[in-house]
């Protein structure tokens, strides 16, 4: 998965040739249990461009970017303005932002890649396809973010 630090939201394209062919759908009872995890503290952030779901790293003041809803998940309102959405306030404006999503628009922002090294090994994302069908994720292709899973 691709890991980066910077500043600031990411913005996202929205044009219908940058959509998933693979991302989670999220509807109302999945993502409010999801964002309802004991001792989370998820924070959101939001402009006109959609929600950020947030959660502090547990260092240096590091926040990392847990999912992005855009504005036209209206389905979804009622449960993100749920989280808490007080500024994050931190002296760090650095944010960390793991997953895989080609609609991120990295030129022009202030992020850069974590060197492997410095990668966990929980980051190495694996999927087989134990049907008959024997079908493969196009990493290219797919969107998956921290709020997939039980990372921060």
Known sequence: MTVKLGLGNV??????????????????????????????????????????????TGTCGIYAEMGWFPTEAQQLKSVLYQVDTKPIITP???????????RCEWPGYWYCDLPESFKPSPLNFLFKDLTIFKRFLDMETAQISLLNFDAY
């Open 92 to 102: 760090n404006p650095v944010k960390l932002w793991i997953g895989m999503d080609r």
């Open 11 to 56: 913005k996202r394209k929205t044009e219908p040739s940058a959509l998933p062919c693979f991302q989670v759908k999220w509807e109302e009872a999945s993502l409010d249990w999801r964002l309802k995890r004991p001792g989370a503290n998820y924070q959101a952030t939001s402009n006109s461009d959609g929600t950020w779901i947030w959660r502090t």
